[in-house]
């Protein structure tokens, strides 16, 4: 919905470049698959000190952890590395703007009254600081927002289905739990689930985003930065629509009132 990438690229860039290394969008892509591995896969042990729920811990160190073996010659621990990252992410959140096309689908959705959430795997204080100076384009999703370490995830995020099952409850869809590859497609409480499933619309920018809204079976849209796109140029993930922008989205082709003319 915002420009965050170039933020996180530029964060983690500047940390990099101190010390003679490019960070390039393969090396974010990479770090992005590391932090939702799954948390039995990581020996990383976190420190009592430290707040958070473990796992959102867990994955951020793991991530940071994988690029000091790219690059062995960073002299910076694990947690200096991630203090500073943050301050300079913090002290760039505040530039972020809307992505082409996306205020104008929002505000189109909210004057047909279409039930809309935001499911991300933003920390909540990061969504916070990213979203604070645009309400114009956030205040509609006031009473549907799911964060990373929202509790009643249990650190089930993406790639697994449970942040967009939840934002369906939120609005007010039965959609039960789990993967859609658990639901019975022959019994009749099954077919009601996996109809009202289907109904949802998951507009995403990552690839772990897609997985996570098809294994919801919902209907995903695949939006992804032009840079991470040119990494495999041909893939779709199993999306069901690639956009180069929202600008490109046309609301009727998936059953939605069209834009006025």
Request: proline content about 7%; aromatic content about 8%.
């Amino acid at each position: 919905m915002i420009d965050s990438e170039r933020v996180y690229m530029a964060a983690d860039g500047g940390i990099l470049s101190r010390y003679g290394h490019e960070f390039t969008w393969d090396i974010r892509s990479s770090m992005m698959g590391k932090r939702e591995m799954d948390p039995s896969e990581s020996t990383l042990t976190i420190p009592a000190k430290h707040l958070l729920p473990s796992w959102n811990l867990i994955a951020e160190r793991v991530a940071v952890e994988w690029l000091f073996n790219r690059f062995p010659d960073i002299p910076l621990s694990i947690d200096e590395y991630v203090t500073e990252r943050r301050a300079r992410q913090d002290a760039l959140f505040h530039t972020c703007q809307p992505l082409p096309g996306v205020i104008k689908l929002v505000k189109h959705l909210a004057k047909h009254q279409i039930p809309m959430a935001v499911a991300t795997g933003s920390l909540k204080r990061n969504y916070y600081l990213k979203t604070k100076h645009l309400p114009e384009l956030f205040e509609p999703f006031a009473k549907g927002v799911i964060c990373r370490e929202d509790l009643r995830l249990e650190d089930r995020n993406k790639p697994r289905p449970d942040v967009f099952l939840l934002a369906a409850e939120l609005l007010g869809r039965k959609v039960g739990t789990g993967d859609v590859s658990s639901l019975d497609a022959e019994g009749e409480e099954g077919k009601a689930l996996l109809a009202e499933r289907a109904r949802g619309l998951v507009l995403e920018d990552s690839t772990v985003g897609l997985e996570a809204g098809r294994r919801a079976g919902m209907k995903t849209i695949w939006v992804p930065d032009e840079k991470l796109r040119t990494l495999a140029p041909n893939e779709t993930y199993g999306a069901d629509c690639v956009l180069e922008s929202l600008e490109q989205f046309k609301p009727e082709d998936w059953g939605l009132p069209p834009y006025d003319q």
